[in-house]
């Protein structure tokens, strides 16, 4: 009974479901990619690939329907189609559209395109007012191509071999994903995405990134965040303000149906603005976006990788909304760096759209995106009948060869063979570290190397110093825990010393990331211990200038720390650690430039005491607990990880309790408290305020250690190679300020991202942001001081982009100071 029943429902199925598919070319045969192909009077559709090719599951099978073939600049083709077999292929043929120029009055001292905008701008939130809340299905498609890559460089391409011959003729697709989820979205930002299907090309563990919550781009909107690293806001054409930024010529009028749609040439004002260039459609009488097709270079975007992105978007006439929404989405950008050159194409498909006048009360919550448990492992029956865009023949091959490489590279045979290949001693890995890895059982062994550079440098403690490290790994990734075992090492010639340093620590998974940490052993350590002067740039101050300001202590310790993220937004930490310290000195005076001049001493309090530390040698045990609070912190969830996403609405807020106790030398022992408050707050297209505030309080604190006082993060280099703006001066002196009673800091900065000096002839043509900080040291023993710092960023030459100048001035107890910074911000965008 149950056999034929389920007979009975497959033929049911397979009579239900008509396949419709075909080529859309223009009149000269060449293929139109990402046309929209819509059932008329409905919101269910899907899109050509770049090949043309396009595929529709009709689910009325067996009935006749009418097909909307649309792409913006052709005409639209209205076919009728009788679907009574499961297959009816239907190419089409579309011609450009005929745009008409005889019904354009040109009026003295009017635009008639201005007007235009001028009506979409005024009825924006009429037209959005019904379109504002909906369920919707979601398919993308993300391909991403290597282009171009320089002779002996070779890349790890998933599911591949190194590949290192790449051009024009022979491209390489590294990375290839494909979502199919259902959504509700509710303007602005109110999004409930559960992905249902989820593929990689070659990797069936993986989860797309490739999620609708990047695909929101609305010009009814006043900015457009194209690039969320830099979240450079571009001025939405139809933007309020938009007269200020863009020009507009009507470029010629056709008949959709009864409507009447206007094709008017967007172009900016200034070249180097945040702004977009190319065509607007819009609808005569109810001014709704019919479509558009717009560019982004790369400089304007303040992302000068890449080089220029293509953003087309296709709108479709519901009748029983009287109003036209967004049914297809492409995003095409080429780009590179260092002689590599990408390509990536990213395609949206929105289809079977229902509009609500509310949701549920719980429709939406912090968790914004959510993956069925199987959705990687979904069958390929199940993408043949939802894929809204076929797969190209590059694609169908690099799913076929990847999938064919999966298979085989997860035999233990070929991972064995793999392991035994890579894990081949050299004589040269005893100088530059080595890797041993057993991939079946998911763990590694890795040697740093005597040439690790993250541990050589040069103090005056201990000279020229070397260290390598020795670190055992395991991971599981469906678990998302991991596991790492490990040993520092680091000697130092003058001092003839050997430290040594092991740690412990085990991640239990990737949802709250509950963490438990075991180190202990003797090092170097800086009296503020958040390492406010790093070691090459202290290798070099000391080396070349004789500016010594790095100052060091030994230090004995055994620490115990847990981690937690106890609930959405809200992660603890705790510690218990015990600390033997010892003084240090200077035992060395190697310089290589200004001999004349001598080193300070290593004592923080006095440059000039050469034979005391500041402190006595003592031993002491700390207790620590902390929490940080990021409000209204939204999520994705993944089936084996948690992703935050902050937000830019709420301050992130810091509390830190920690208490010294059980002292060799009893005056050691306090207790401290602080807190810390920070956020970026995006200002429009006027760039971003950051504040960071701090404050605290030390008790029973009178003769504490100088490694437990507070210390301001300071500066005395003039360079700032980590990016640590908003938590530091510039000028101040490491340890002049140091304080063990209360203390406040405040620091402020405005990064106007271009909005000034874009509007500056010839400075625009640099391409820097202006930048404006205040920072504000305040103790209960001195009176404040205050830096004002003025400057540019984004400076350099074509994708070269990563420095920073200020001008810094200080005031302090009626006296100035000013100096020029020199900072480094890359790798700290």
Same mark, same amino acid.
């Given at each position: 009974m149950s056999f034929k029943f389920t007979c009975l429902m497959l033929l049911f199925s397979a009579l239900s479901y008509a396949q419709i598919k075909g080529k859309i070319t223009d009149e000269k045969g060449q293929?139109?990619? &990402?046309?929209?192909?819509?059932?008329?009077?409905?919101?269910?559709?899907?899109?050509?690939?770049?090949k043309g090719e396009y595929e529709l599951q009709n689910k009325q099978g067996g009935e006749t329907v &009418?097909?909307?073939?649309?792409? *913006?600049?052709?005409?639209?083709?209205?076919?009728?189609?009788?679907?009574?077999?499961?297959?009816?292929?239907? +190419?089409?043929? $579309?011609?450009?559209?005929?745009?008409?120029?005889?019904?354009? #009055?040109?009026?003295?001292?009017?635009?008639?395109?201005?007007?235009?905008?001028?009506?979409?701008?005024?009825?924006?939130? *009429?037209?959005?007012?019904?379109?504002?809340?909906f369920t919707v299905d979601f398919y993308s498609k993300g391909n991403l191509t290597l282009l171009k890559l320089p002779k002996r460089v070779s890349v790890a391409i998933s599911g591949q071999e190194e590949v290192s011959k790449v051009d024009s003729l022979n491209p390489s697709v590294i990375y290839l994903s494909e979502t199919v989820s259902k959504i509700a979205y509710q303007k602005p930002d109110k999004l409930n995405e559960h992905i249902i299907a989820s593929k990689i090309s070659g990797n069936d563990n993986g989860y797309?990134?490739?999620?609708?919550?990047?695909?929101?781009?609305?010009?009814?909107?006043?900015?457009?965040?194209?690039?969320?690293?830099?979240?450079?806001?571009?001025?939405?054409?139809?933007?309020?303000?938009?007269?200020?930024?863009?020009?507009?010529?009507?470029?010629?009028?056709? *008949?959709?149906?009864?409507? =009447?749609?206007?094709?008017?040439?967007?172009?900016?004002?200034?070249?180097?603005?945040p702004v977009f260039e190319g065509y607007i459609y819009i609808v005569d009488e109810s001014w709704a976006i019919y479509g558009v097709a717009f560019d982004a270079l790369g400089y304007r975007m303040q992302e000068p990788i890449i080089d220029k992105l293509e953003l087309v978007q296709n709108y479709s006439y519901q009748a029983s909304l009287d109003n036209w929404i967004k049914n297809v989405q492409s995003i095409d950008f080429i780009g590179g760096l260092f002689g590599v050159k990408l390509k990536a194409k990213f395609s949206y498909v929105f289809s079977n759209y229902e509009f609500v006048d509310q949701f549920a009360p719980k429709t939406f919550s912090k968790e914004m995106v959510t993956f069925d448990p199987a959705a990687n492992k979904v069958s390929d029956a199940y993408w043949q009948q939802h894929r809204q865009i076929p797969l190209t023949t590059e694609?169908?091959?690099? !799913?076929?060869?990847?999938?064919?490489?999966?298979?085989?590279?997860?035999?233990?045979?070929? $991972?064995?063979?793999?392991?035994?290949? @890579?894990?081949?001693?050299?004589?040269?890995?005893? =100088?530059?570290g080595y890797i041993y890895k057993n991939t079946p059982k998911a763990y590694s062994i890795q040697y740093g190397g005597l040439l690790e550079f993250g541990e050589a440098g040069f103090n005056t403690v201990q000279g020229w110093h070397v260290g390598t490290s020795l670190k055992y790994r395991k991971t599981n990734l469906e678990k998302g825990s991991n596991t790492e075992i490990g040993t520092l090492f680091n000697y130092g010639f003058a001092e003839d010393r050997l430290r040594v340093v092991g740690m412990a620590h085990h991640q239990?998974?990737? %949802?709250?990331?509950?963490?438990?940490?075991?180190?202990?052993?003797?090092?170097?350590?800086?009296? @503020?211990?958040?390492?406010?002067?790093?070691?090459?740039?202290?290798? #070099?101050?000391?080396?070349? /200038?004789?500016?010594?300001?790095?100052?060091?202590?030994?230090?004995? /310790?055994?620490?115990?720390?847990?981690?937690?993220?106890?609930?959405?937004?809200?992660? %603890?930490?705790?510690?218990?650690?015990?600390?033997?310290?010892?003084?240090?000195? +200077?035992?060395?005076d190697y310089v290589i430039f200004n001999r004349q001049a001598s080193y300070t001493s290593n004592n923080p309090l006095d440059a000039s005491n050469y034979a005391e530390a500041g402190f006595e040698k003592h031993h002491l045990f700390k207790a620590k607990i902390g929490a940080a609070f990021r409000f209204n912190q939204k999520y994705i969830s993944q089936p084996n990880q948690k992703i935050n996403i902050s937000s830019s609405k709420y301050p992130v807020l810091s509390l830190h309790y920690e208490k010294a106790f059980a002292g060799s030398v009893k005056a050691y022992q306090y207790d401290f408290l602080s807190a810390a408050v920070e956020q970026v707050l995006p200002w429009s297209n006027k760039g971003d305020f950051s504040y960071h505030l701090k404050a605290g309080k030390f008790f029973g604190a009178d003769d504490i250690a100088f490694m437990d006082f507070y210390h301001f993060n300071g500066n005395q280099t003039h360079v700032n190679l980590e990016g640590k703006y908003n938590n530091a001066f510039n000028l101040l002196p &490491?340890?002049?300020?140091?304080?063990?009673?209360? /203390?406040?800091?405040?620091?402020?900065?405005?990064?106007?991202?271009?909005?000034?000096?874009?509007?500056?002839?010839?400075?625009?043509?640099?391409?820097? @942001?202006?930048?404006?900080? !205040?920072?504000?040291? %305040?103790?209960?023993?001195?009176?404040?001081?205050?830096?004002?710092?003025?400057?540019?960023?984004?400076?350099?030459?074509?994708?070269?982009?990563? =420095?920073?100048?200020? &001008?810094?001035?200080?005031?302090?107890?009626?006296?100035?100071?000013?100096?020029?910074?020199?900072?480094?911000?890359?790798?700290?965008?």
């Open positions: 293929p139109i990619a &990402y046309a929209s192909i819509t059932v008329e009077n409905t919101s269910r559709g899907t899109a050509s690939n770049e &009418y097909l909307n073939f649309q792409y *913006l600049g052709y005409k639209t083709q209205r076919l009728r189609v009788s679907a009574q077999t499961e297959l009816v292929v239907l +190419n089409v043929k $579309m011609q450009e559209e005929d745009f008409m120029m005889h019904d354009i #009055v040109i009026q003295v001292g009017g635009n008639r395109a201005d007007e235009i905008i001028r009506s979409a701008i005024k009825n924006k939130e *009429l037209n959005t007012k019904n379109t504002s809340k797309s990134f490739n999620t609708a919550k990047e695909s929101f781009f609305d010009f009814y909107e006043e900015t457009i965040s194209l690039n969320q690293r830099v979240d450079v806001k571009m001025i939405s054409p139809l933007a309020s303000n938009a007269f200020s930024y863009y020009k507009y010529k009507l470029d010629g009028t056709f *008949l959709e149906g009864d409507h =009447l749609v206007n094709r008017i040439k967007v172009t900016p004002k200034r070249d180097k603005e694609e169908l091959k690099d !799913y076929t060869v990847k999938d064919s490489i999966k298979l085989l590279k997860n035999s233990a045979v070929y $991972m064995d063979s793999l392991d035994r290949k @890579n894990n081949r001693l050299n004589w040269n890995d005893i =100088l530059t239990f998974n990737s %949802i709250d990331r509950k963490k438990i940490s075991i180190s202990g052993g003797t090092t170097v350590e800086q009296f @503020n211990d958040q390492q406010p002067i790093s070691k090459w740039v202290n290798t #070099v101050s000391s080396l070349l /200038f004789k500016d010594n300001y790095m100052k060091l202590y030994n230090r004995e /310790f055994v620490n115990a720390t847990y981690s937690q993220e106890v609930a959405n937004g809200i992660a %603890i930490a705790g510690a218990l650690e015990y600390n033997q310290r010892k003084p240090l000195f +200077n035992n060395t &490491y340890y002049e300020w140091s304080t063990n009673k209360a /203390f406040a800091e405040i620091h402020l900065e405005h990064d106007f991202k271009g909005f000034i000096m874009n509007k500056i002839p010839l400075l625009n043509a640099l391409q820097w @942001n202006l930048v404006l900080g !205040y920072h504000n040291a %305040i103790t209960t023993d001195r009176k404040p001081y205050q830096e004002f710092s003025a400057g540019f960023s984004n400076i350099g030459i074509g994708k070269f982009r990563g =420095l920073r100048v200020d &001008y810094v001035r200080s005031l302090h107890n009626g006296m100035s100071k000013e100096g020029i910074m020199l900072g480094l911000t890359l790798f700290n965008r």
